[in-house]
């Protein structure tokens, strides 16, 4: 199993919050390494989070949630 | 016989589907290319480009500097000696500036020249409202650009759609505008409709340009829309079912050309017309489409027509006023039950 991070967007501020704008896959969909899973957003500006493997993914995280940098927001197994 | 296998999607807002064929269409094709202004390091600012200055680099993406006509003319003159440009009004609302370089160069030169000049590129645009961006940065004015002859327009809804008419734009042999609203494009920072998330096709995906798409169909009266009231126009719909009030939704795709078969046999079974349209109301797209059914038989409609668009005001800055004068999903359902005397 590997976790999905938020990124670290901010380096001023690694405690910075931010926002899981979009799950592009879905909650149990099979992803491969690479694949676009989500997008987030701190202080406007947007990062795609990529599949960092392939497998099953599980999201740990509701979009819309507010989260501090580097929170698990899902898994791949 | 043909087999016919349905081709693989995945997930993509509208801003990644547009990139996405830009960029397979720039790997396919030498010609193409990007310019713009911040279509390079910063993306787009609706993010319409964002990647492309990493993947192909400053000699395909390129910067320009404030100077629309100078750019725009750039991509004409490209354009004519056989390249493909796609080049970027970063606002519709900025075509004041370099209206001339578009209507009097880009869309006349294939018939001043007898058909032996043309010019293949695309000019792309954000439009819309409903973020207070004030009167000179929230207009559609698609109509004024359906209105000048030589240009397709285009206005796609939701990402497939912006995916295959982009393709089809950069194919066209014609100038095409594409013309995207802010508010399809699933931007973290704007105000997201789940309808800007959608599947897009892996692969070679091309949507025809003048052809409308039915996203819901119905039987008690026709929804003629496009952009972002399509999304509206949707929710309405769902919303109406729950009453007994059966709606059809056709999203018109592009206006030029305009799908006129599709409105009048949508038309012809329902008997009812309510026309949603975010530029502004009076001499423009609900107008025509009004005119368009009447000349082919008034007879089809059993009540008259419902106009919601933008009444003739610029748009407010002020968020109550603005949307006082956008064409809500408050405004549609209503001109909806009108229509069907409820």
């Known amino acids: 199993m590997t976790d999905v991070l938020f990124p670290q967007i901010s380096q001023k501020d690694p405690e910075a919050e931010g926002t899981l704008a979009t799950w592009f896959a879905e909650d149990g969909s099979a992803v491969t390494e690479g694949d676009l899973l989500a997008e987030v957003a701190v202080d406007k500006v947007d990062m795609e989070v990529l599949a960092p493997c392939s497998g099953t993914l599980s999201h740990a995280a509701e979009e819309g949630a507010v989260l501090v940098q580097g929170t698990v927001i899902g898994s791949v197994t | ?342």
């Open chain 2, 1 to 342: 016989m043909t087999t016919v296998t349905e081709q693989p999607t995945r997930r993509l807002n509208t801003a990644k589907a547009m990139v996405e064929a830009i960029a397979a269409e720039m790997e396919r094709d030498d010609n193409v290319f990007v310019l713009g202004e911040d279509v390079g390091a910063y993306g787009g600012i609706f993010s319409s480009t964002t990647g492309l200055l990493d993947r192909f680099g400053p000699e395909r993406v390129m910067d320009t500097p404030i100077s629309e006509t100078g750019f725009i003319g750039a991509a004409i003159g490209a354009a004519t000696e056989g390249m493909r440009p796609i080049v970027e009004l970063m606002f519709v609302d900025f075509f004041g500036v370099c209206m001339d370089q578009i209507y009097n160069h880009m869309a006349k030169i294939h018939f001043e020249s007898g058909g032996n000049v043309t010019v293949p590129m695309v000019l792309m645009t954000a439009v819309g409202g409903g973020y207070s961006d004030g009167a000179q940065h929230s207009q559609c004015l698609w109509g004024t650009f359906a209105h000048l002859p030589g240009m397709k327009v285009v206005v796609p809804s939701n990402p497939a759609d912006a995916a295959g008419l982009m393709t089809a734009a950069i194919r066209d042999d014609n100038p095409v505008v594409f013309m995207f609203h802010k508010g399809v494009m699933g931007l973290p920072w704007m105000k997201k409709n789940p309808r800007s998330i959608g599947p897009v096709p892996i692969g070679e995906h091309v949507v025809e340009i003048g052809k409308a798409a039915t996203p819901r169909s119905g039987s008690d009266v026709t929804v003629v829309t496009l952009s972002l009231s399509v999304h509206h126009a949707l929710d309405v719909a769902d919303e109406l079912a729950g009453d007994g009030v059966d709606v059809e939704v056709l999203d018109l795709r592009s206006i030029v050309p305009l799908d006129t078969d599709a409105i009048i046999e949508s038309v012809s079974r329902t008997g009812r017309l309510v026309i949603v349209d975010e530029d502004y109301q009076s001499f423009g797209l609900s107008g025509e489409i009004a005119a368009r059914v009447a000349e082919h038989d008034p007879g089809l409609l059993r009540a008259p027509i419902r106009r919601v668009a933008v009444p003739d005001v610029p748009i407010p800055y002020s968020r109550s006023l603005e949307y006082a004068a956008l064409p809500t999903p408050a405004r549609i359902k209503a001109a909806i039950l009108e229509a069907v005397g409820r």
